[in-house]
């Protein structure tokens, strides 16, 4: 499983401290063998690297993300607080890897020789 978790207001609030639950579930996701993505608007990602390493958060890698009012995703969780969100995350990841699963099943099957009986029309 993978996680790109934002870091502003996510992670940390904007006076720089960790939000409650915040290093536990990413802890938390470490252990289960997930990869851990930060996504940050800022510029500079060296100092998010030296704050997360510091206090014992593991990741994976730190990415720019485009500033946006608006993120529409079909895979995120709207964050609130930490405890709502780490259960909402794994079942999400539950849902996402059904959906893979289904998706490389389609794919499988598309590339099987068809009778032309079961080619439907759109
Ligand atoms: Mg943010």
Not at 4 to 22: P, R
Not at 97 to 113: A, C, G, L, M, P
Request: glycine share 4%; net charge negative.
């Amino acid at each position: 499983m993978t996680a790109c978790i934002d870091y502003d207001n996510t992670i940390v609030d904007w006076d720089e401290k960790f939000l409650t639950g915040a290093k536990e579930a990413i802890r938390h996701f470490k252990e289960k063998g997930w990869t851990v993505f930060i996504c940050s608007g800022r510029y500079d990602l060296a100092e998010i690297s030296k704050k997360l390493t510091r206090n014992d958060v593991p990741f994976d890698e730190i990415y720019h993300k485009p500033r946006s009012d608006v993120f529409i995703d079909d895979r995120a969780i709207r964050f609130t607080n930490w405890a709502s969100v780490k259960g909402g995350a794994i079942a999400l990841a539950e849902q996402s890897k059904k959906t893979s699963e289904w998706i490389k099943e389609q794919k499988e099957n598309r590339y099987k020789v068809k009778d032309e009986k079961e080619i439907e029309p759109e």
